[in-house]
């Protein structure tokens, strides 16, 4: 990606969103070296098992998720955050209808529309 040369602003009202699984959507701004996402989860939406070099911060602000990170499980709830590794395996469940923010760095690449 070229090096982001102008700042971005915006609203999330306006983001696009973009559907990444059944009842799970995102809206992205990003720069250089870290994006920043909204997430929406329906209750019982699912995203699977994956991994990515990216560096991800979670940070649920309505709803509930079960989230299994590295093998371990664990009940996220408003307020909570949690770190993943790059690189390291996580999947995630709403467990009602659920808001989260998601810091990445760097930038998750296969996001970005070219």
Sequence with gaps: MPACTCMQS????????????????????????????????KKGAEVPAHRHESEQITWVMSGSLEMTVGGKTRILSAGDVIVIPGSVEHSARALEDTVDIEVFSPVRQEWIKK
């Design 10 to 41: 915006g609203s999330w009202k306006e983001a696009e969103r973009v559907e990444m699984f059944p009842g799970v959507t995102r809206r992205v701004f990003y720069g250089e070296r870290s994006m920043l996402t909204m997430i929406d989860l």
